[in-house]
């Protein structure tokens, strides 16, 4: 059964910047690309971005262009997700989710979510 | 605003059956996967991508893809299925971005 554990909540100031990890365990790391989605309180779903297990290679929304950093450590089977320049609008909760072809592209598994607070 | 549009609120009687619909153009070319989310939880996947239900997930749940409108179906209403639930699709630029719908809150009188 795949998981994903999500780091610990975290409380930043403005222009700070915050970095969530991701650790996969039941399911080869290599298999699946992992994506990012926060939640702003109150609001929907948004994607960040992907990043490829095997290679590093990463895409994420035009939205987060220059402020968003994704990078994996495949020999601890961990993704990270690092958000710059942080303001009071990102504040969120951060999920990662395990994107699996076998089903349709779908987000099959997700981890617990990491809140993240920006306040002065 | 999202590329997928969905009512932000449906109500449902206990025991019936209603449909949350999910408009958008990525849905012409890939098939919507349907998320349940309920307050401080993650999300769960209910529906994939091949229009499948995972292991877990009651049968009460379907899923339709017709044109650039996508459904999901829930038979019987239960109390437990009071949720917000969201449509998500890969885009049609490609390169497996992905785009989520608005959401929909469902309540369950």
């Known amino acids: 059964q795949a998981q994903l554990v999500q780091s610990g909540a975290e409380v930043k100031k403005p222009g700070a910047s915050v970095k969530v990890s991701c650790k996969a365990s039941?399911?080869?790391?290599?298999?699946?690309?992992l994506h990012w989605v926060r939640q702003a309180p109150g609001q929907g779903l948004e994607w960040m971005g992907w990043?490829?297990?095997?290679?590093?290679?990463?895409k994420n929304a035009q939205k987060f262009q220059g402020r968003i950093s994704l990078t994996r450590d495949a020999s601890i089977s961990t993704v990270y997700m690092e958000l710059s320049s942080l303001t009071s609008d990102d504040t969120a909760v951060y999920y990662c989710?395990?994107?699996?072809?076998?089903?349709?592209?779908?987000?099959?598994?997700w981890g617990q979510g990491t809140p993240v607070t920006v306040s002065s | 605003s999202s590329e997928l549009t969905q009512d932000p609120a449906v109500s449902v009687a206990l025991g019936q059956t209603v449909r949350i619909t999910c408009q958008g153009d990525?849905?012409?070319?890939?098939?919507a996967s349907w998320y349940q989310q309920k307050p401080g939880q993650a999300p769960i996947l209910v529906i994939n991508?091949?229009?499948n239900r995972p292991s877990g997930i009651s049968d009460r749940f379907s899923g339709s893809n017709s044109g650039n409108t996508a459904s999901l179906a829930i038979t019987g209403a239960q109390a437990e299925d009071e949720a917000d639930y969201y449509c998500?699709?890969?885009?049609?630029?490609?390169?497996?971005?992905?785009?989520f719908g608005g959401g929909t809150r469902l309540t369950v009188l």
């Open positions: 989710a395990r994107y699996n072809g076998y089903v349709g592209y779908s987000m099959d598994s």
């Open positions: 039941g399911y080869t790391f290599s298999d699946h690309f």
């Open positions: 990043i490829n297990p095997v290679s590093g290679d990463t």
């Open positions: 990525s849905l012409r070319t890939y098939d």
């Open positions: 991508g091949k229009n």
């Open positions: 998500y699709s890969r885009h049609s630029s490609g390169d497996h971005v992905v785009v």
